[in-house]
């Protein structure tokens, strides 16, 4: 009979009584919100937790209750007797405290990233998981767990985050579920969406307006190219972190099959996003070409000492034998 | 003991044979998709169904399937045994045609509008569901149907539709319930999103570039406004379904609490969506004020013999007491 990872897992939580929680660097909504959760669960069991953080958390995610409680100052770490790092695909994305981090035993794992790099003593990954907040809805569940409504909050903000409020291709029927399940907690969807994704500031919309007024269209429409010199963000009082989604506008056009922002940041580099649909447009190959990577739908790379007209030129030079072939 | 409405909706279908399936003029993917499902639905049981609708399907909304057999000219009336009409809160909103429809016996309305306007013969309202399209999934559950892909491709569309995927107050546990099911009938969330979501037109683009250019926000930017006047449409070659749903925009920027657009038809009528956000502020008052009718959350109204500019004029008046007090 084999165990369950799971189960091995909340063994380990169980026996432990001081818990250190950790995600992966630059955490996203799936990263904090399982911690934050989980954190939750812990202490709900009674045990001592330690939430930690190479960075503080982000104004976007500072709505996530018990948020606040994210500590970047490393606490002694021979205290513990149980580590925990959630949603993190390597163990380079603990961040620069990684190898004293490693030294708390157990060192639990429980990510759904495809392509995990193995690192702990116990493991739980499940790339079929849209979330890793699902996982710890499911370990809570095992460990007999009352979700309170801030746990409940918090994982279903993962979930979204990490679905696209459950739009990505990754979305089970199990999503589905969960999520039913957190809103019997009381979780109200429009209330936790609100605050993840109707934060748009004014400014940002100008600086979309002005990009999106760049639009060229090429090969029939099916190649669309969209740029943002610098005085772009100048003049809106932007900074390049605002322009992060406009690629999934020239994306989302019916003719379009690869699409390409070009973003000139302050210091003169100019850094491209590319992304394509189905399965005929390889964009990484492309990056790969310039030095860059990603995936097979959402690639990029940057390029020094040029500008955005030169690097349109040499980008049509690989992108239009491509899309026309 | 009192039956269910429901039930006397299975009734009445059960014993039909040819049935007429409308829904609401202006059809949305809550309207399109609960109409083509239930007749799929209804003919896998062995009925006659004919779809009815006074327009053609809209570019957007041809990739359901069945949508091609929605016919635009009426059918002799006196054949059907029983007429349904699909999210249509209003009998006004069945068309030009309607007195002829309502000749139809028994006249089934199946509508989770608030603020319903009752008319036909059996009524199902059930204004806490989130989309029609749940409530043909319940009815059809009730009939005893096995659903087709194709069935379940369309409600999912209409769910999706009509909660913004699952971003809307109006979601609830029962939604997700609803969705988890339809996924297990090979439904995938990322292709129909997809469809609804990344299927703009670059003709589209162009005209949102222009409605985006008319912003305007009062009240320390809690109020935002945004207007398609007839010669944008012109203009771009587009029509008044293209601008469905750049409302999202102004609803999506941090500050704003009501957002309005202001659409202006080649008749002359002005059309306007109004969206707020929270509990705070009830936007279907403010359209019945002006005719019209809606959700809390959004509503909308149209004025004839008028202009964008008197509209605009007319809403300040009762937008800004309510959005600054």
Same mark, same amino acid.
């Given at each position: 009979?084999?165990?369950?990872?799971?189960?091995?897992?909340?063994?380990?939580?169980?026996?432990?009584?001081?818990?250190?929680?950790?995600?992966?660097?630059?955490? @996203? !909504?799936?990263?904090? &919100?399982?911690? /934050?959760?989980? #954190?939750?669960?812990? *202490?709900?069991?009674?045990? +001592?937790?330690? =939430?930690?953080?190479?960075?503080?958390?982000?104004?976007?995610?500072?709505?996530?209750?018990?948020?606040?409680?994210?500590?970047?100052?490393?606490?002694?770490? @021979? !205290?513990?007797?149980? &580590?925990?790092? /959630?949603?993190? #695909?390597?163990?380079? *994305?603990?961040?620069?405290? +990684?190898?004293? =981090?490693?030294?708390?035993?157990?060192?639990?794992?429980?990510?759904?990233?495809?392509?995990?790099?193995?690192?702990?003593?116990?493991?739980?990954?499940?790339?079929?998981?849209?979330?890793? &907040?699902?996982?710890?809805?499911?370990?809570?569940?095992?460990?007999?767990?009352?979700?309170?409504?801030?746990?409940?909050?918090?994982?279903?903000?993962?979930?979204?985050?990490?679905?696209?409020?459950?739009?990505?291709?990754?979305?089970?029927?199990?999503?589905?579920?969960?999520?039913?399940?957190?809103?019997?907690?009381?979780?109200?969807?429009?209330?936790?969406?609100?605050?993840?994704?109707?934060?748009?500031?004014?400014?940002?919309?100008?600086?979309?307006?002005?990009?999106?007024?760049?639009?060229?269209?090429?090969?029939?429409?099916?190649?669309?190219?969209?740029?943002?010199?610098?005085?772009?963000?100048?003049?809106?009082?932007?900074?390049?972190?605002?322009?992060?989604?406009?690629?999934?506008?020239?994306?989302?056009?019916?003719?379009?099959?690869?699409?390409?922002?070009?973003?000139?940041?302050?210091?003169?580099?100019?850094?491209?996003?590319?992304?394509?649909?189905?399965?005929?447009?390889?964009?990484?190959?492309?990056?790969?070409?310039?030095?860059?990577?990603?995936?097979?739908?959402?690639?990029?790379?940057?390029?020094?000492?040029?500008?955005?007209?030169?690097?349109?030129?040499?980008?049509?030079?690989?992108?239009?034998?491509?899309?026309?072939?």
């Amino acid at each position: 009979m084999t165990i369950h990872p799971r189960d091995e897992i909340v063994r380990a939580l169980k026996s432990a009584n001081n818990v250190l929680l950790i995600t992966h660097i630059h955490p @996203d !909504g799936d990263a904090l &919100g399982s911690q /934050l959760a989980l #954190g939750n669960i812990l *202490r709900s069991l009674g045990k +001592r937790v330690f =939430l930690y953080g190479e960075e503080q958390v982000g104004h976007m995610y500072r709505f996530l209750p018990g948020s606040a409680e994210v500590d970047s100052s490393l606490p002694p770490l @021979d !205290g513990f007797d149980c &580590g925990v790092a /959630l949603d993190c #695909g390597d163990s380079n *994305r603990l961040g620069a405290n +990684r190898d004293s =981090l490693l030294t708390v035993h157990p060192f639990v794992v429980i990510d759904h990233h495809l392509g995990h790099q193995e690192f702990g003593d116990l493991r739980w990954i499940a790339p079929e998981r849209a979330s890793t &907040g699902e996982m710890v809805y499911d370990l809570a569940q095992a460990l007999g767990a009352e979700l309170s409504l801030e746990a409940a909050y918090c994982l279903y903000a993962a979930i979204v985050s990490d679905t696209g409020s459950f739009k990505y291709s990754s979305t089970t029927a199990d999503t589905f579920r969960i999520a039913g399940e957190l809103l019997r907690k009381g979780v109200k969807p429009a209330e936790v969406c609100g605050k993840l994704f109707d934060n748009f500031t004014v400014k940002r919309l100008s600086l979309m307006r002005l990009v999106l007024d760049t639009l060229q269209l090429f090969a029939e429409d099916r190649l669309a190219i969209i740029a943002a010199p610098q005085d772009f963000f100048v003049k809106t009082g932007t900074a390049q972190a605002d322009a992060e989604t406009f690629i999934n506008y020239p994306r989302s056009l019916d003719t379009v099959k690869i699409a390409a922002f070009l973003k000139e940041s302050e210091s003169g580099l100019v850094s491209v996003s590319l992304r394509s649909k189905g399965t005929a447009y390889d964009v990484a190959e492309v990056a790969a070409a310039f030095g860059g990577g990603g995936h097979r739908n959402a690639a990029g790379f940057k390029l020094g000492e040029t500008t955005i007209a030169e690097v349109r030129e040499k980008l049509l030079g690989e992108l239009l034998p491509l899309v026309t072939r």
